[in-house]
Protein backbone atom coordinates (compact mmCIF):
# COMPACT_ATOMS: atom_id res chain seq x y z
CA UNK A 1 0.00 0.00 0.00
CA UNK A 2 1.05 3.63 -0.69
CA UNK A 3 2.00 5.79 2.28
CA UNK A 4 0.23 9.21 2.94
CA UNK A 5 2.38 12.22 3.69
CA UNK A 6 1.17 15.35 5.10
CA UNK A 7 3.18 18.57 5.21
CA UNK A 8 3.20 20.91 8.15
CA UNK A 9 4.92 23.83 8.80
CA UNK A 10 6.50 24.94 12.18
CA UNK A 11 4.59 27.56 14.12
CA UNK A 12 5.35 31.19 14.49
CA UNK A 13 9.05 31.53 16.15
CA UNK A 14 10.88 34.23 17.53
CA UNK A 15 13.23 34.90 14.20
CA UNK A 16 9.92 34.92 12.46
CA UNK A 17 8.92 38.14 14.76
CA UNK A 18 12.24 39.49 14.34
CA UNK A 19 12.70 38.96 10.73
CA UNK A 20 15.30 37.07 10.18
CA UNK A 21 17.04 34.40 8.61
CA UNK A 22 17.93 31.65 10.71
CA UNK A 23 19.24 28.44 9.11
CA UNK A 24 21.99 27.22 12.03
CA UNK A 25 20.05 24.45 14.31
CA UNK A 26 21.75 25.84 17.14
CA UNK A 27 19.74 29.14 17.34
CA UNK A 28 17.77 29.50 20.33
CA UNK A 29 14.55 30.55 18.18
CA UNK A 30 11.88 28.52 20.15
CA UNK A 31 8.40 28.84 19.17
CA UNK A 32 6.29 31.97 20.55
CA UNK A 33 3.25 31.62 22.29
CA UNK A 34 1.39 32.45 19.70
CA UNK A 35 2.62 29.84 17.40
CA UNK A 36 2.40 27.19 20.17
CA UNK A 37 -1.61 28.26 20.04
CA UNK A 38 -1.06 27.91 15.88
CA UNK A 39 -0.05 24.39 16.68
CA UNK A 40 -2.58 23.57 19.19
CA UNK A 41 -5.49 25.00 16.85
CA UNK A 42 -4.85 22.24 14.28
CA UNK A 43 -5.48 19.26 16.92
CA UNK A 44 -8.40 18.64 14.79
CA UNK A 45 -7.08 18.29 11.59
CA UNK A 46 -3.88 16.16 12.76
CA UNK A 47 -6.72 13.91 14.26
CA UNK A 48 -8.26 13.63 11.16
CA UNK A 49 -4.80 12.42 9.71
CA UNK A 50 -3.94 10.25 12.55
CA UNK A 51 -0.26 10.17 11.29
CA UNK A 52 1.54 6.77 12.53
CA UNK A 53 4.88 8.59 11.78
CA UNK A 54 6.12 12.12 12.69
CA UNK A 55 9.18 13.55 11.07
CA UNK A 56 10.81 16.75 12.21
CA UNK A 57 13.67 19.24 10.60
CA UNK A 58 16.42 19.33 13.77
CA UNK A 59 15.62 22.96 14.42
CA UNK A 60 14.56 24.12 17.52
CA UNK A 61 11.76 25.34 15.88
CA UNK A 62 10.31 23.01 14.26
CA UNK A 63 11.28 19.92 17.13
CA UNK A 64 9.06 22.74 19.69
CA UNK A 65 6.14 22.16 17.05
CA UNK A 66 6.76 18.38 16.55
CA UNK A 67 6.42 17.70 20.40
CA UNK A 68 3.59 19.62 20.37
CA UNK A 69 1.88 17.63 17.79
CA UNK A 70 2.85 14.24 19.41
CA UNK A 71 1.04 15.33 22.49
CA UNK A 72 -1.79 16.19 20.74
CA UNK A 73 -2.22 12.75 19.06
CA UNK A 74 -1.32 10.80 21.69
CA UNK A 75 1.88 9.94 20.07
CA UNK A 76 4.90 9.58 22.76
CA UNK A 77 7.70 12.44 22.47
CA UNK A 78 10.58 10.07 22.27
CA UNK A 79 9.20 8.61 18.96
CA UNK A 80 9.19 11.28 16.71
CA UNK A 81 11.91 11.22 14.14
CA UNK A 82 14.60 13.82 12.95
CA UNK A 83 15.94 14.21 9.52
CA UNK A 84 18.60 16.72 8.40
CA UNK A 85 16.87 16.96 4.87
CA UNK A 86 14.07 18.30 6.45
CA UNK A 87 16.03 21.64 7.44
CA UNK A 88 15.57 25.41 6.62
CA UNK A 89 17.41 26.51 3.64
CA UNK A 90 21.28 26.73 4.27
CA UNK A 91 21.15 30.72 3.96
CA UNK A 92 24.78 30.96 4.45
CA UNK A 93 26.74 33.86 4.68
CA UNK A 94 23.32 35.63 5.29
CA UNK A 95 23.07 33.75 8.64
CA UNK A 96 21.42 35.74 11.19
CA UNK A 97 20.51 38.58 8.88
CA UNK A 98 17.67 40.27 7.82
CA UNK A 99 15.07 38.42 5.76
CA UNK A 100 15.39 41.63 3.37
CA UNK A 101 18.65 41.14 2.65
CA UNK A 102 17.90 37.74 0.81
CA UNK A 103 15.17 38.64 -1.28
CA UNK A 104 17.14 41.90 -2.35
CA UNK A 105 20.04 39.07 -3.75
CA UNK A 106 17.83 37.89 -6.40
CA UNK A 107 15.82 39.88 -9.36
CA UNK A 108 13.55 36.23 -10.16
CA UNK A 109 12.76 33.18 -8.51
CA UNK A 110 14.68 31.44 -11.32
CA UNK A 111 17.72 32.81 -9.93
CA UNK A 112 17.22 31.12 -6.95
CA UNK A 113 17.73 27.40 -8.85
CA UNK A 114 20.20 28.58 -10.78
CA UNK A 115 22.58 29.60 -7.96
CA UNK A 116 23.39 29.37 -4.14
CA UNK A 117 23.33 32.09 -1.73
CA UNK A 118 27.00 32.56 -1.12
CA UNK A 119 27.85 30.45 1.14
CA UNK A 120 24.94 28.42 1.18
CA UNK A 121 22.25 26.87 -1.14
CA UNK A 122 20.37 27.25 -3.97
CA UNK A 123 16.32 25.78 -4.56
CA UNK A 124 17.93 22.53 -6.75
CA UNK A 125 19.68 21.84 -3.79
CA UNK A 126 17.16 21.91 -1.19
CA UNK A 127 14.90 19.95 -3.70
CA UNK A 128 17.64 17.02 -4.26
CA UNK A 129 17.79 16.47 -0.90
CA UNK A 130 14.24 16.42 0.32
CA UNK A 131 13.68 14.29 -3.19
CA UNK A 132 16.26 11.56 -1.69
CA UNK A 133 14.18 11.61 1.53
CA UNK A 134 11.09 10.83 0.04
CA UNK A 135 12.05 8.12 -1.91
CA UNK A 136 14.01 6.48 0.99
CA UNK A 137 10.54 6.77 3.10
CA UNK A 138 8.89 5.60 0.38
CA UNK A 139 11.44 1.99 -0.26
CA UNK A 140 11.73 2.08 4.15
CA UNK A 141 7.04 1.94 5.13
CA UNK A 142 4.41 0.77 2.98
CA UNK A 143 0.49 1.92 3.78
CA UNK A 144 2.34 4.55 6.80
CA UNK A 145 0.64 8.17 7.61
CA UNK A 146 3.61 10.71 7.81
CA UNK A 147 3.65 13.88 8.91
CA UNK A 148 6.61 15.90 7.85
CA UNK A 149 7.15 18.85 9.79
CA UNK A 150 9.31 21.41 7.91
CA UNK A 151 9.70 24.97 6.90
CA UNK A 152 8.34 27.23 4.42
CA UNK A 153 10.44 27.11 1.46
CA UNK A 154 10.76 23.42 1.81
CA UNK A 155 7.51 22.74 1.70
CA UNK A 156 7.04 24.56 -1.63
CA UNK A 157 10.12 22.56 -2.55
CA UNK A 158 8.19 19.09 -1.43
CA UNK A 159 5.17 19.31 -3.56
CA UNK A 160 7.76 20.29 -6.61
CA UNK A 161 9.45 16.83 -5.72
CA UNK A 162 5.78 15.18 -5.10
CA UNK A 163 4.52 16.47 -8.65
CA UNK A 164 8.18 16.24 -10.77
CA UNK A 165 7.35 19.59 -11.37
CA UNK A 166 10.09 21.57 -13.36
CA UNK A 167 11.37 24.95 -12.16
CA UNK A 168 8.85 27.05 -14.10
CA UNK A 169 5.74 25.59 -12.46
CA UNK A 170 7.40 26.07 -9.37
CA UNK A 171 7.75 29.77 -9.93
CA UNK A 172 4.63 30.08 -11.18
CA UNK A 173 2.88 28.95 -7.94
CA UNK A 174 4.95 31.74 -6.42
CA UNK A 175 3.69 34.09 -8.36
CA UNK A 176 2.18 36.65 -6.31
CA UNK A 177 1.91 35.05 -3.19
CA UNK A 178 4.72 36.25 -0.62
CA UNK A 179 3.36 33.26 1.68
CA UNK A 180 3.81 29.78 0.12
CA UNK A 181 1.93 27.74 3.99
CA UNK A 182 1.30 29.84 6.41
CA UNK A 183 2.79 29.14 10.45
CA UNK A 184 1.57 26.10 11.57
CA UNK A 185 -0.40 25.15 8.53
CA UNK A 186 -1.22 21.66 7.05
CA UNK A 187 -1.64 20.50 3.61
CA UNK A 188 -1.97 16.86 2.46
CA UNK A 189 1.06 15.61 -0.33
CA UNK A 190 -0.09 13.29 -2.74
CA UNK A 191 3.12 11.78 -4.61
CA UNK A 192 3.09 11.27 -8.28
CA UNK A 193 4.84 7.64 -9.82
CA UNK A 194 6.67 9.37 -12.53
CA UNK A 195 10.11 9.07 -13.79
CA UNK A 196 12.40 11.77 -13.29
CA UNK A 197 15.75 13.43 -13.07
CA UNK A 198 18.32 13.89 -10.18
CA UNK A 199 16.58 17.36 -9.70
CA UNK A 200 13.15 15.47 -9.52
CA UNK A 201 11.80 16.95 -12.51
CA UNK A 202 9.87 14.88 -15.03
CA UNK A 203 12.19 13.26 -17.50
CA UNK A 204 10.89 10.43 -19.56
CA UNK A 205 13.33 9.96 -21.21
CA UNK A 206 16.49 6.82 -20.33
CA UNK A 207 17.42 5.79 -17.77
CA UNK A 208 14.85 7.13 -15.34
CA UNK A 209 11.70 5.45 -17.42
CA UNK A 210 13.67 2.33 -16.81
CA UNK A 211 12.96 3.07 -13.33
CA UNK A 212 9.02 2.45 -13.79
CA UNK A 213 7.62 -0.60 -13.15
CA UNK A 214 3.92 -1.79 -13.12
CA UNK A 215 1.98 -5.03 -11.93
CA UNK A 216 1.06 -8.00 -14.51
CA UNK A 217 -1.98 -9.67 -14.41
CA UNK A 218 -0.07 -12.34 -14.78
CA UNK A 219 1.36 -11.49 -10.96
CA UNK A 220 5.26 -10.78 -12.39
CA UNK A 221 6.10 -7.00 -13.13
CA UNK A 222 5.89 -5.56 -16.07
CA UNK A 223 9.24 -3.27 -17.31
CA UNK A 224 10.50 -1.46 -20.19
CA UNK A 225 12.38 -3.42 -22.92
CA UNK A 226 15.71 -2.37 -22.26
CA UNK A 227 16.32 -3.63 -26.54
CA UNK A 228 13.84 0.16 -27.03
CA UNK A 229 16.47 2.55 -28.20
CA UNK A 230 14.26 5.77 -28.16
CA UNK A 231 10.53 6.27 -27.73
CA UNK A 232 10.64 9.40 -29.12
CA UNK A 233 13.14 7.82 -31.85
CA UNK A 234 10.89 4.94 -32.42
CA UNK A 235 8.12 7.40 -33.46
CA UNK A 236 9.67 9.27 -35.95
CA UNK A 237 11.60 6.28 -37.77
CA UNK A 238 10.41 7.35 -41.07
CA UNK A 239 9.96 5.13 -43.21
CA UNK A 240 10.64 2.15 -40.81
CA UNK A 241 7.74 2.31 -38.27
CA UNK A 242 4.78 3.65 -40.02
CA UNK A 243 3.90 0.05 -41.85
CA UNK A 244 5.54 -2.00 -38.24
CA UNK A 245 8.80 -2.92 -40.00
CA UNK A 246 10.25 -5.99 -38.95
CA UNK A 247 7.31 -7.43 -37.26
CA UNK A 248 4.97 -6.70 -40.62
CA UNK A 249 5.43 -5.95 -44.17
CA UNK A 250 9.22 -7.07 -44.16
CA UNK A 251 8.98 -7.70 -47.93
CA UNK A 252 8.43 -3.86 -48.69
CA UNK A 253 12.27 -4.06 -47.79
CA UNK A 254 13.49 -6.65 -50.10
CA UNK A 255 11.98 -5.69 -53.21
CA UNK A 256 13.17 -2.16 -56.12
CA UNK A 257 10.53 0.70 -56.18
CA UNK A 258 8.80 0.11 -52.70
CA UNK A 259 6.06 3.29 -52.45
CA UNK A 260 7.43 2.86 -48.61
CA UNK A 261 11.28 2.65 -49.20
CA UNK A 262 12.46 5.58 -48.85
CA UNK A 263 10.88 8.10 -47.67
CA UNK A 264 10.16 11.41 -50.44
CA UNK A 265 11.01 13.64 -47.39
CA UNK A 266 11.73 14.29 -44.03
CA UNK A 267 11.04 17.69 -42.00
CA UNK A 268 13.06 18.78 -38.47
CA UNK A 269 14.86 20.94 -36.75
CA UNK A 270 18.29 21.92 -37.17
CA UNK A 271 18.93 20.74 -33.34
CA UNK A 272 18.23 17.00 -34.78
CA UNK A 273 20.55 16.47 -37.58
CA UNK A 274 22.52 14.48 -35.08
CA UNK A 275 20.17 13.19 -33.17
CA UNK A 276 17.31 12.10 -36.02
CA UNK A 277 18.66 12.74 -39.74
CA UNK A 278 22.21 11.47 -38.53
CA UNK A 279 20.54 8.12 -36.97
CA UNK A 280 17.85 7.63 -39.72
CA UNK A 281 20.94 7.61 -42.28
CA UNK A 282 23.24 4.82 -40.60
CA UNK A 283 20.12 2.74 -39.57
CA UNK A 284 18.76 2.26 -43.12
CA UNK A 285 22.20 1.89 -44.44
CA UNK A 286 23.46 -0.82 -42.42
CA UNK A 287 19.92 -2.69 -42.65
CA UNK A 288 19.70 -1.96 -46.42
CA UNK A 289 22.36 -0.31 -48.01
CA UNK A 290 20.93 2.71 -49.19
CA UNK A 291 19.33 6.24 -47.41
CA UNK A 292 15.97 6.41 -45.46
CA UNK A 293 14.99 9.61 -47.15
CA UNK A 294 15.47 11.19 -50.31
CA UNK A 295 14.91 14.98 -49.11
CA UNK A 296 15.37 16.77 -46.01
CA UNK A 297 13.50 20.44 -45.06
CA UNK A 298 15.39 22.01 -42.02
CA UNK A 299 14.02 24.90 -40.20
CA UNK A 300 16.27 27.25 -37.99
CA UNK A 301 15.34 28.24 -34.38
CA UNK A 302 13.17 31.23 -33.99
CA UNK A 303 14.69 33.94 -31.57
CA UNK A 304 13.60 37.10 -30.39
CA UNK A 305 13.25 40.13 -31.83
CA UNK A 306 17.17 40.94 -30.09
CA UNK A 307 18.26 37.36 -31.51
CA UNK A 308 18.76 36.00 -28.21
CA UNK A 309 16.82 32.98 -26.95
CA UNK A 310 13.15 33.52 -26.07
CA UNK A 311 12.93 33.40 -22.30
CA UNK A 312 9.61 33.33 -20.25
CA UNK A 313 11.76 34.64 -17.20
CA UNK A 314 13.16 37.81 -19.27
CA UNK A 315 9.67 37.70 -21.44
CA UNK A 316 11.75 39.16 -24.67
CA UNK A 317 8.72 38.24 -26.85
CA UNK A 318 4.95 38.71 -27.29
CA UNK A 319 2.35 35.85 -26.24
CA UNK A 320 1.63 33.69 -28.81
CA UNK A 321 -2.18 33.36 -28.13
CA UNK A 322 -2.18 37.22 -28.05
CA UNK A 323 -0.44 36.89 -31.77
CA UNK A 324 -2.69 34.82 -32.88
CA UNK A 325 -6.12 36.73 -31.66
CA UNK A 326 -4.51 40.13 -32.65
CA UNK A 327 -3.87 39.08 -36.37
CA UNK A 328 -4.43 35.49 -36.87
CA UNK A 329 -2.72 32.08 -37.31
CA UNK A 330 -2.27 32.64 -40.81
CA UNK A 331 -0.50 36.21 -40.47
CA UNK A 332 2.24 33.92 -38.39
CA UNK A 333 2.18 31.28 -40.67
CA UNK A 334 3.24 33.28 -43.46
CA UNK A 335 5.42 35.42 -41.88
CA UNK A 336 7.14 32.11 -40.89
CA UNK A 337 6.59 30.21 -44.01
CA UNK A 338 8.00 33.29 -45.88
CA UNK A 339 11.06 33.88 -43.51
CA UNK A 340 14.89 32.18 -43.55
CA UNK A 341 14.06 30.34 -40.59
CA UNK A 342 12.62 27.56 -43.49
CA UNK A 343 16.19 27.22 -44.79
CA UNK A 344 17.70 26.40 -41.60
CA UNK A 345 18.88 30.14 -40.72
CA UNK A 346 18.17 31.35 -37.14
CA UNK A 347 14.83 34.20 -37.11
CA UNK A 348 14.76 37.02 -35.00
CA UNK A 349 10.87 37.32 -35.02
CA UNK A 350 9.32 40.72 -33.96
CA UNK A 351 5.31 41.54 -33.83
CA UNK A 352 5.79 44.20 -36.34
CA UNK A 353 7.17 41.63 -39.21
CA UNK A 354 3.47 39.56 -38.42
CA UNK A 355 1.47 43.19 -38.19
CA UNK A 356 2.98 44.01 -41.78
CA UNK A 357 2.04 40.09 -43.37
CA UNK A 358 -1.61 41.24 -41.64
CA UNK A 359 -1.94 44.26 -43.35
CA UNK A 360 -0.03 44.07 -47.07
CA UNK A 361 -1.19 40.29 -47.60
CA UNK A 362 -4.26 39.38 -45.34
CA UNK A 363 -6.53 42.88 -45.33
CA UNK A 364 -5.88 43.63 -48.15
CA UNK A 365 -7.42 39.93 -49.76
CA UNK A 366 -9.99 40.30 -47.84
CA UNK A 367 -11.07 43.48 -48.82
CA UNK A 368 -10.63 42.81 -52.37
CA UNK A 369 -13.38 39.63 -50.90
CA UNK A 370 -15.40 42.10 -48.98
CA UNK A 371 -15.64 44.49 -52.19
CA UNK A 372 -16.56 40.98 -54.41
CA UNK A 373 -19.09 40.37 -51.79
CA UNK A 374 -21.09 43.77 -51.93
CA UNK A 375 -21.42 43.90 -55.98
CA UNK A 376 -21.48 40.24 -57.17
CA UNK A 377 -25.10 38.77 -57.78
CA UNK A 378 -24.45 35.20 -58.71
CA UNK A 379 -22.20 35.53 -61.77
CA UNK A 380 -20.19 32.82 -62.70
CA UNK A 381 -16.54 32.33 -62.38
CA UNK A 382 -15.14 32.81 -66.16
CA UNK A 383 -11.90 32.76 -67.69
CA UNK A 384 -13.37 33.78 -71.22
CA UNK A 385 -13.28 38.19 -70.63
CA UNK A 386 -10.38 39.48 -73.45
CA UNK A 387 -10.20 42.76 -71.63
CA UNK A 388 -6.86 43.60 -71.16
CA UNK A 389 -7.11 43.74 -67.37
CA UNK A 390 -8.82 40.52 -67.18
CA UNK A 391 -6.59 38.75 -69.21
CA UNK A 392 -3.37 40.44 -67.47
CA UNK A 393 -4.75 39.10 -64.02
CA UNK A 394 -5.39 35.72 -65.36
CA UNK A 395 -1.65 35.57 -66.24
CA UNK A 396 -0.49 36.93 -63.13
CA UNK A 397 -2.23 33.79 -61.40
CA UNK A 398 -1.23 31.37 -63.32
CA UNK A 399 2.45 32.87 -62.77
CA UNK A 400 2.31 32.87 -59.49
CA UNK A 401 0.71 29.13 -59.46
CA UNK A 402 3.57 28.43 -61.64
CA UNK A 403 6.13 30.14 -59.17
CA UNK A 404 4.63 28.56 -56.27
CA UNK A 405 4.35 24.63 -57.86
CA UNK A 406 8.44 25.11 -59.31
CA UNK A 407 9.36 26.16 -55.55
CA UNK A 408 7.49 23.15 -53.97
CA UNK A 409 8.49 20.72 -56.18
CA UNK A 410 12.27 22.07 -54.87
CA UNK A 411 10.61 21.66 -50.83
CA UNK A 412 11.84 25.71 -51.13
CA UNK A 413 9.12 27.02 -48.55
CA UNK A 414 10.05 30.47 -48.25
CA UNK A 415 10.00 30.60 -51.97
CA UNK A 416 6.59 28.71 -52.85
CA UNK A 417 5.35 31.38 -50.39
CA UNK A 418 6.09 34.96 -51.47
CA UNK A 419 4.24 34.84 -54.77
CA UNK A 420 1.30 34.75 -52.38
CA UNK A 421 2.04 38.45 -51.44
CA UNK A 422 3.01 39.73 -54.36
CA UNK A 423 -0.10 38.65 -56.29
CA UNK A 424 -2.21 39.74 -53.53
CA UNK A 425 -0.45 43.38 -54.45
CA UNK A 426 -1.38 43.18 -57.81
CA UNK A 427 -4.81 42.18 -57.52
CA UNK A 428 -6.14 44.91 -54.74
CA UNK A 429 -3.95 47.75 -55.79
CA UNK A 430 -3.77 47.23 -59.73
CA UNK A 431 -6.49 44.80 -60.98
CA UNK A 432 -9.43 45.70 -58.39
CA UNK A 433 -8.31 49.66 -58.14
CA UNK A 434 -8.87 49.45 -61.99
CA UNK A 435 -11.57 47.42 -62.41
CA UNK A 436 -14.04 48.95 -59.38
CA UNK A 437 -16.10 51.48 -61.85
CA UNK A 438 -16.22 48.48 -64.46
CA UNK A 439 -17.88 46.99 -61.38
CA UNK A 440 -20.18 49.41 -59.98
CA UNK A 441 -21.28 50.19 -63.65
CA UNK A 442 -22.80 46.63 -64.18
CA UNK A 443 -23.52 45.78 -67.50
CA UNK A 444 -22.06 43.37 -69.80
CA UNK A 445 -18.53 44.61 -68.72
CA UNK A 446 -19.41 45.15 -65.02
CA UNK A 447 -20.66 41.11 -65.66
CA UNK A 448 -17.20 40.04 -66.87
CA UNK A 449 -15.08 41.68 -63.99
CA UNK A 450 -16.86 40.35 -61.57
CA UNK A 451 -16.63 36.94 -62.88
CA UNK A 452 -13.19 37.01 -63.62
CA UNK A 453 -12.92 38.22 -59.91
CA UNK A 454 -14.98 34.88 -58.85
CA UNK A 455 -13.02 32.89 -60.96
CA UNK A 456 -9.64 34.09 -59.47
CA UNK A 457 -10.34 34.33 -56.12
CA UNK A 458 -11.74 30.72 -56.03
CA UNK A 459 -8.16 29.53 -58.15
CA UNK A 460 -6.28 31.58 -55.53
CA UNK A 461 -7.74 29.81 -52.78
CA UNK A 462 -6.27 27.01 -53.98
CA UNK A 463 -2.67 28.08 -54.05
CA UNK A 464 -2.99 29.56 -50.64
CA UNK A 465 -4.39 26.58 -48.81
CA UNK A 466 -1.14 24.67 -47.89
CA UNK A 467 -0.21 28.01 -46.53
CA UNK A 468 -2.43 30.07 -44.93
CA UNK A 469 -5.45 27.16 -44.02
CA UNK A 470 -7.81 29.42 -42.85
CA UNK A 471 -8.04 32.51 -45.12
CA UNK A 472 -7.92 30.11 -47.93
CA UNK A 473 -11.25 28.30 -46.28
CA UNK A 474 -12.48 31.83 -45.93
CA UNK A 475 -12.00 32.48 -49.62
CA UNK A 476 -13.24 29.61 -50.77
CA UNK A 477 -16.53 29.11 -48.89
CA UNK A 478 -16.99 32.91 -50.40
CA UNK A 479 -17.02 32.11 -54.23
CA UNK A 480 -17.80 28.13 -54.08
CA UNK A 481 -20.53 27.12 -56.38
CA UNK A 482 -23.35 24.64 -56.18
CA UNK A 483 -21.35 20.83 -56.66
CA UNK A 484 -18.05 22.18 -55.79
CA UNK A 485 -16.38 20.15 -52.68
CA UNK A 486 -17.28 21.19 -49.24
CA UNK A 487 -14.12 22.45 -48.48
CA UNK A 488 -10.77 24.29 -50.67
CA UNK A 489 -8.39 21.28 -48.61
CA UNK A 490 -10.62 18.77 -50.21
CA UNK A 491 -9.42 19.78 -53.65
CA UNK A 492 -6.31 18.89 -55.91
CA UNK A 493 -3.76 20.78 -56.49
CA UNK A 494 -4.21 22.88 -59.33
CA UNK A 495 -2.57 21.95 -63.02
CA UNK A 496 0.04 24.56 -64.00
CA UNK A 497 -1.12 25.59 -67.85
CA UNK A 498 0.74 28.11 -70.23
CA UNK A 499 1.27 31.96 -68.94
CA UNK A 500 0.32 34.46 -71.37
CA UNK A 501 4.04 35.89 -71.24
CA UNK A 502 2.71 38.72 -73.70
CA UNK A 503 0.00 40.24 -71.57
CA UNK A 504 2.39 40.29 -68.73
CA UNK A 505 5.32 41.58 -70.70
CA UNK A 506 2.79 44.62 -72.07
CA UNK A 507 1.40 45.48 -69.09
CA UNK A 508 4.52 45.73 -67.06
CA UNK A 509 5.78 48.18 -69.36
CA UNK A 510 2.69 50.31 -69.20
CA UNK A 511 3.12 50.38 -65.57
CA UNK A 512 6.71 51.35 -66.04
CA UNK A 513 5.62 54.40 -68.28
CA UNK A 514 2.65 55.25 -65.72
CA UNK A 515 5.46 54.96 -63.02
CA UNK A 516 7.52 57.26 -64.77
CA UNK A 517 4.85 60.09 -65.57
CA UNK A 518 4.11 60.17 -62.07
CA UNK A 519 7.40 60.80 -60.44
CA UNK A 520 6.99 63.62 -62.70
CA UNK A 521 4.14 64.78 -61.25
CA UNK A 522 5.36 64.48 -58.47
CA UNK A 523 8.41 66.19 -58.42
CA UNK A 524 6.52 69.29 -60.39
CA UNK A 525 4.14 69.32 -57.22
CA UNK A 526 0.79 68.65 -59.99
CA UNK A 527 -1.85 66.05 -57.58
CA UNK A 528 -3.04 63.40 -59.87
CA UNK A 529 -6.48 64.33 -59.57
CA UNK A 530 -5.35 67.56 -62.06
CA UNK A 531 -6.12 66.98 -65.45
CA UNK A 532 -2.74 67.28 -67.67
CA UNK A 533 -3.04 68.00 -71.87
CA UNK A 534 -0.54 65.00 -72.99
CA UNK A 535 1.61 62.09 -72.28
CA UNK A 536 4.84 61.49 -74.49
CA UNK A 537 5.78 57.58 -74.93
CA UNK A 538 9.21 56.53 -76.80
CA UNK A 539 7.12 53.67 -78.04
CA UNK A 540 4.12 52.43 -79.71
CA UNK A 541 1.86 51.28 -76.94
CA UNK A 542 -1.18 48.91 -78.14
CA UNK A 543 -4.34 50.35 -77.95
CA UNK A 544 -6.27 48.55 -75.22
CA UNK A 545 -3.83 50.15 -72.67
CA UNK A 546 -3.97 53.70 -73.94
CA UNK A 547 -7.35 54.27 -71.79
CA UNK A 548 -5.22 53.02 -68.55
CA UNK A 549 -2.53 55.02 -69.52
CA UNK A 550 -4.75 58.55 -69.35
CA UNK A 551 -6.88 56.94 -66.66
CA UNK A 552 -3.75 56.63 -64.53
CA UNK A 553 -1.96 59.39 -65.03
CA UNK A 554 -4.42 61.85 -65.79
CA UNK A 555 -3.86 63.23 -69.16
CA UNK A 556 -6.03 64.18 -72.23
CA UNK A 557 -3.88 62.18 -74.88
CA UNK A 558 -0.94 59.67 -75.35
CA UNK A 559 1.41 60.57 -78.08
CA UNK A 560 3.98 58.20 -79.48
CA UNK A 561 7.06 60.61 -80.48
CA UNK A 562 10.48 58.33 -80.79
CA UNK A 563 12.67 61.84 -80.27
CA UNK A 564 12.12 63.20 -76.89
CA UNK A 565 15.19 62.19 -74.73
CA UNK A 566 13.83 60.03 -72.26
CA UNK A 567 10.84 57.24 -72.08
CA UNK A 568 7.85 59.60 -71.23
CA UNK A 569 7.39 63.14 -70.81
CA UNK A 570 4.68 65.24 -69.40
CA UNK A 571 2.99 68.09 -70.31
CA UNK A 572 2.76 69.83 -67.47
CA UNK A 573 1.35 73.08 -68.83
CA UNK A 574 -2.07 74.04 -67.01
CA UNK A 575 -5.22 76.01 -69.21
CA UNK A 576 -7.87 77.69 -67.62
CA UNK A 577 -10.06 74.35 -68.76
CA UNK A 578 -7.85 72.31 -67.02
CA UNK A 579 -7.66 73.94 -64.00
CA UNK A 580 -11.86 73.86 -63.81
CA UNK A 581 -11.88 70.03 -64.32
CA UNK A 582 -8.98 69.49 -61.54
CA UNK A 583 -11.09 71.74 -58.89
CA UNK A 584 -14.22 69.27 -59.95
CA UNK A 585 -12.48 66.37 -59.45
CA UNK A 586 -11.07 68.09 -55.95
CA UNK A 587 -14.79 68.54 -55.07
CA UNK A 588 -15.68 64.78 -56.12
CA UNK A 589 -12.63 63.38 -53.61
CA UNK A 590 -14.09 65.32 -50.96
CA UNK A 591 -17.25 64.52 -51.06
CA UNK A 592 -16.13 60.71 -51.10
CA UNK A 593 -13.77 61.15 -47.85
CA UNK A 594 -16.63 62.97 -46.36
CA UNK A 595 -18.67 59.81 -47.53
CA UNK A 596 -16.33 57.61 -45.83
CA UNK A 597 -15.92 59.32 -42.06
CA UNK A 598 -19.73 58.92 -42.12
CA UNK A 599 -19.34 55.39 -42.73
CA UNK A 600 -21.90 55.18 -45.56
CA UNK A 601 -22.71 52.41 -48.46
CA UNK A 602 -21.67 52.93 -51.73
CA UNK A 603 -25.51 52.42 -52.33
CA UNK A 604 -26.61 55.42 -49.89
CA UNK A 605 -27.53 58.82 -51.70
CA UNK A 606 -26.53 62.29 -49.67
CA UNK A 607 -27.31 65.65 -49.98
CA UNK A 608 -23.77 68.15 -50.54
CA UNK A 609 -24.05 71.86 -49.63
CA UNK A 610 -21.07 73.41 -50.95
CA UNK A 611 -19.79 76.62 -49.89
CA UNK A 612 -18.78 78.63 -53.02
CA UNK A 613 -18.56 81.82 -55.04
CA UNK A 614 -20.74 82.75 -57.98
CA UNK A 615 -17.71 81.19 -60.44
CA UNK A 616 -17.86 77.92 -58.00
CA UNK A 617 -21.26 77.67 -58.49
CA UNK A 618 -21.60 77.86 -62.28
CA UNK A 619 -18.52 75.40 -62.38
CA UNK A 620 -20.51 73.00 -59.91
CA UNK A 621 -23.50 73.10 -61.84
CA UNK A 622 -22.10 72.71 -65.36
CA UNK A 623 -20.87 69.59 -63.84
CA UNK A 624 -23.41 68.30 -61.50
CA UNK A 625 -24.56 65.41 -63.31
CA UNK A 626 -20.82 63.58 -63.36
CA UNK A 627 -20.23 64.65 -59.87
CA UNK A 628 -24.00 63.13 -58.51
CA UNK A 629 -23.05 59.71 -60.25
CA UNK A 630 -19.35 59.76 -59.12
CA UNK A 631 -20.10 60.55 -55.76
CA UNK A 632 -23.74 59.18 -54.93
CA UNK A 633 -25.87 62.48 -54.77
CA UNK A 634 -29.27 63.05 -54.25
CA UNK A 635 -29.12 66.88 -54.24
CA UNK A 636 -26.60 69.39 -54.29
CA UNK A 637 -27.29 72.66 -52.48
CA UNK A 638 -25.17 75.97 -52.71
CA UNK A 639 -24.30 78.40 -49.85
CA UNK A 640 -22.63 82.14 -51.61
CA UNK A 641 -19.43 82.47 -50.51
CA UNK A 642 -18.31 86.33 -51.48
CA UNK A 643 -15.15 86.74 -52.27
CA UNK A 644 -12.69 90.08 -52.75
Not at 482 to 488: C, E, H, I, L, M
Not at 568 to 584: C, I
Not at 611 to 617: D, F, L, V
Amino acid sequence: ARNIYSVMRHGEALNNTERVLSSDPTHSHHLTEKGKEQVQAQKTALLERKPDIIITSDFVRTKDTADLVAELCGIPVSDVLEDKRLREMDFGDLNGRPVEEYHDLFDHWEEGFERSVPGGESFTDIKRRLGDLVEELESRYAGKRILLVTHETPSWLLFSVAECSDKDRCIAERQGVETFIENAEIRDLELKVAPHNEDFELDLHRPYSDAITFPCSCGGVMRRVPDVFDCWYESGSVPFAQIHYPSENRGEFDRKNSPHFPADVIAEGQDQTRGWFYTLLVLSSALFGTGAYKRVVVNGTVLAEDGKKMSKRLKNYPDPMNVVSRYGADALRYTLLASPVVRAEDLSLSEKQIDEASKKVFRRLFNVLSFYETYTSGQTPSSDSEYVLDRWIRARLSACLQKVTSALDLYELDRAVRPLGDFVDDLSVWYLRRSRERIKGGGEDGDRAISTLRYVLKEFSLVMAPFVPFSAESVFQSVREDGDAKSVHLLSWPSTGAVDEGVLKEMNGVREIISAALEIRSREGIRVRQPLATVRVKETVPEAYIDIIKDEINVKEVVVDASIEGEVELDTELTDELRKEGAVRELIRAIQDRRKLMGKDPHDRVTVLVSTNEAGQALVKENEEMIASAAGLSEVLFRQVWRK
